[in-house]
Every structure is written in C-alpha cells, then in structure tokens.
C-alpha cells in the first residue's frame, strides 16, 4: 500500500463548480498535512497547511480526518485558472521533517 | 528574496557524462533536499540533509551523490549518467521539525542520450 493515496484523475469540471479531492494516509503517526499545487512543467508550491479542526483559505478549504486517515480539499467556484495537480503531503511522524508526496490529481477546470 | 535557486535549468547529456546539479536556498533553512519526478511516479526522495554536514539516502539514491557544501548549498551529483536518469529533478529545502512544508526550487529538466 502506497504512504499516500490519491485519485490520479483528470476531474474535468466546468467553470464555477465545486470539486473535492479526497487523500488517504497509512501512517497512523503522521502530525503534519499539507495541500500543494503544481502546474504543468512547474515546482509543487504550498497551497495550504491542513489542521485538525479544518481550515479555509477564500475558496479552498481543506479536512482532515485523523480516525480515518482521510485528507481533503474543496475547491468552490472553480476558476480557470484553478487547473492543476493538487498533491496531498504527509509527514513520516517522525522526530525530523520528512514529507511524502503522495502522486497527485489533475484538476482540468473548462470554460 | 530568490527562496532556493537551481542551476541549470536544462541539460542534456550523453551517456556516461557527468555533471553536477546545483541548489542553493537563502531562507537559513538547515534542512535540503533532492528530488525527482517522472511521469506517473510521482516525486521520489533521491538524498536530503537534515542539517549541514549531514547527508542521508533517500528512496532512489543508487546513481547520484550529494555534497552539502555550507548551509545554503546543497549540490547533486551524476558520476555517469544513464538514460534512466532522465528526469526532472527539483531541489528543496525547510526548516527542521513538524508542521513546515517545503519550498522547491524552479527544478533543472534534464535529458540523457
């Protein structure tokens, strides 16, 4: 089983929709979770940390269930320029900062 | 504020070439990485260093090695290149401990012929 697992898509949605990622995690120990973007030919670049009480930041909101190992994000009124991959990141759990990468889902947002 | 710097941004080599990767991060981050990204493989830990003077093996280090050269340097190495190498390869680097993310460099395309 993958340390990280996500939907590799491509969600094709049309401007304005809202759309949901979902990730799993198989290390109980896990602490610290992340959302990133990348876009095409790009870096991964931090798109929002994920707390346990749940966070929103303007049209993104990300989940986190710990019982579950469940890990989410919520994009509303997709823009254009929303179209990317989101990689869903954890962290090993152990005393260091090592981070998995989990394989990305590719969001293609139409006009 | 540049964040972390890679050099070069392309390269293409013949096999069995050399060539050194360069990264450098002026955030006074102690902690860098290497990684790669291939199609459908996702990014794969290569060697980091928690902090300068250390350096550690990551998931695909077999290939390559790493110099931490200072605490904002941290360069890659490819004794002889293979086809199998070719690859985009993204250097990052973080703060130590829990609850930070990384911040990656622009990445250097690289191509073995």
């Known amino acids: 089983r993958k340390e990280v697992e996500q939907d590799p898509g491509p969600f094709n949605v049309p401007e304005g929709a809202t759309v949901a990622f979902n990730c799993t995690y198989s290390n109980s120990a896990s602490q610290s979770f992340f959302w990133y973007r990348q876009d095409c030919r790009k870096e991964p670049k931090l798109l929002m940390s994920?707390?346990?009480s749940g966070n929103e930041d303007g049209r993104f909101t990300a989940q986190l269930n710990r019982a579950s190992q469940y890990i989410s994000l919520l994009i509303r009124d997709s823009k254009l320029s929303d179209s990317a991959t989101y990689l869903c990141?954890?962290?090993?759990?152990?005393?260091?900062?090592?981070?998995?990468f989990g394989g990305g889902t590719r969001l293609m947002v139409k006009p | 504020n540049a964040g972390v710097t890679q050099t070069p941004k392309f390269q293409v080599l013949k096999t069995g070439q050399s060539m050194t990767l360069q990264c450098a991060q002026d955030m006074n981050h102690n902690s860098m990485y290497w990684y790669r990204q291939d199609p459908g493989m996702g990014l794969r830990l290569i060697y980091y260093s928690a902090s300068e003077g250390t350096t550690d093996k990551g998931e695909v280090p077999n290939g390559y090695n790493v110099s931490r050269l200072n605490k904002r340097e941290f360069s890659l190495r490819l004794e002889s290149a293979a086809p199998s190498q070719t690859s985009v390869y993204f250097c990052?680097?973080?703060?130590?401990?829990?609850?930070?993310?990384?911040?990656f460099g622009s990445g250097t395309r690289l191509t073995v012929v």
């Open positions: 990141v954890v962290n090993k759990g152990n005393a260091g900062n090592m981070l998995t």
């Open positions: 990052a680097s973080s703060v130590v401990g829990q609850g930070y993310g990384y911040t």
């Open positions: 994920v707390y346990s």
